[in-house]
């Protein structure tokens, strides 16, 4: 059932507070937004569902965490089931859009799935990795794996590699302009395919009609993107203060993925040993820089790149409070991030991240109100969700 109503709940609409009333909809879609100053508060809001810009649904199966080393070795199978349950998990916790930034063929199964009520639940876009040999998006990848996602050198393969995702089903493509973190003998400083390559993708990807998204470490990743007009910055950690007005004026939105450097730095796993040099090195004036960046207009949303082991599936609300403290902005600015924003960042501000008529009914009902105070989203604190119309988790109020 994809209709149902609200009433007697405070409406905050992705942007600033309507008031008291009720809103109801039909076909998974809202219809007119009843406020009346009349009715009484009741202690509970509803806002938009959260828009998460950036995560990872293939990497830890289960609900354990003993469960995650198994990613590496099911089959294409299993891990659609584990995608479509891990977008669930995020869901329950407020999040009803989500973007995966490595997603391949189980990732495409599972939109598919979920957006066709197949699998009932939130709306998850896909986004096809290009990498070259010895990118980012490549060591990943253990070097001696039988079978490893493909890549591609030389601009005619980045162009042929972009028009076979978008014939799997890829809602977009995923690029690299910097080295990473957490890939196997990787450094933030290596370049990631020549200038003319990333030019290419972004425009074969645009040529059909899909978005790209940039994983930029560096300051010299992040120029590339800019220059080569993706669509958004993912990281910009190492952001330098002479880029700020280039940035904002762009108005290329960042996904500034606060907590999963932050939660690299504060493990102890002798694995991650490599990956806590690095990312101290590119944290160092990040925090200084962002809150510029912030005060100057640079447009962040909200990612968290969690991929339910470093940062859970229930990371979002974490991440909102980072991006208050660090950006410097009050609680509704950031709500917007996580919301009207994000939705917008990603090509559906007409559809998603509103509480508007004819936009899609993913609600979360919750106890107290998120635009003052963001710990209301906790997942305690989550009365309901609704997600493409259908109550996925809780219970709604009733009058
Ligand atoms: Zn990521």
Not at 286 to 311: I, K, M
């Amino acid at each position: 059932m994809t209709a149902g109503a609200l009433s007697g709940v405070e409406i905050w609409d992705g942007e600033r507070l309507l008031g008291a009333g009720g809103v109801a909809w039909a076909d998974g879609v809202l219809g007119e937004i009843a406020v009346d100053p009349g009715v009484p508060a009741c202690g509970l809001s509803v806002v938009p569902g959260l828009v998460d810009t950036h995560v990872h649904l293939d990497v830890a199966v289960g609900e354990q965490p003993a469960d995650s080393g198994w990613a590496l070795a099911t089959g294409e199978a299993d891990k659609a089931l584990h995608v479509a349950g891990g977008a669930l998990r995020f869901a329950r916790n407020g999040v009803t859009t989500l973007r995966d930034l490595y997603a391949t063929e189980p990732q495409f199964a599972a939109a598919r799935a979920l957006a066709s009520g197949v699998v009932p639940g939130p709306r998850l876009l896909a986004y096809g990795p290009v990498s070259m040999t010895a990118g980012h998006g490549d060591l990943f990848t253990p070097r001696g794996a039988a079978a490893r996602p493909p890549v591609a050198d030389g601009v005619d393969a980045c162009r042929r590699l972009v028009r076979e995702w978008v014939r799997a089903g890829a809602d977009g493509i995923k690029i690299y302009t910097s080295g990473g973190i957490l890939s196997l003998g990787d450094e933030v400083g290596w370049r990631n395919h020549t200038f003319e390559e990333t030019a290419a993708i972004v425009d074969e990807a645009h040529a059909l009609g899909r978005r790209v998204a940039a994983h930029a470490l560096s300051a010299e990743g992040v120029d590339v993107a800019i220059r080569a007009g993706a669509d958004s910055v993912e990281h910009a950690t190492g952001l330098a203060a002479g880029q700020i007005d280039a940035l904002a004026a762009a108005g290329v939105p960042v996904a500034p993925t606060l907590a999963v450097h932050e939660r690299i730095l504060a493990g102890d796993d002798p694995l991650l040993a490599a990956a806590r040099r690095q990312t101290r090195a590119v944290v160092a004036q990040r925090d200084a820089v962002f809150a510029e960046a912030a005060r100057r207009g640079v447009r962040f949303v909200l990612g968290t790149d969690a991929n339910g082991r470093l940062v859970p599936y229930t990371g979002a609300h974490a991440e909102l409070r980072r991006m208050r403290d660090v950006l410097g902005w009050s609680a509704e600015r950031t709500l917007v991030a996580g919301t009207s924003d994000a939705a917008a960042s990603l090509g559906l501000g007409g559809s998603v991240g509103r509480i508007a008529r004819g936009y899609s009914a993913d609600l979360l009902v919750v106890r107290g109100r998120p635009w003052e105070d963001l710990d209301v989203l906790d997942p305690s604190r989550i009365v309901a969700v609704v997600a493409q119309g259908r109550l996925l988790h809780g219970t709604l109020p009733t009058p």
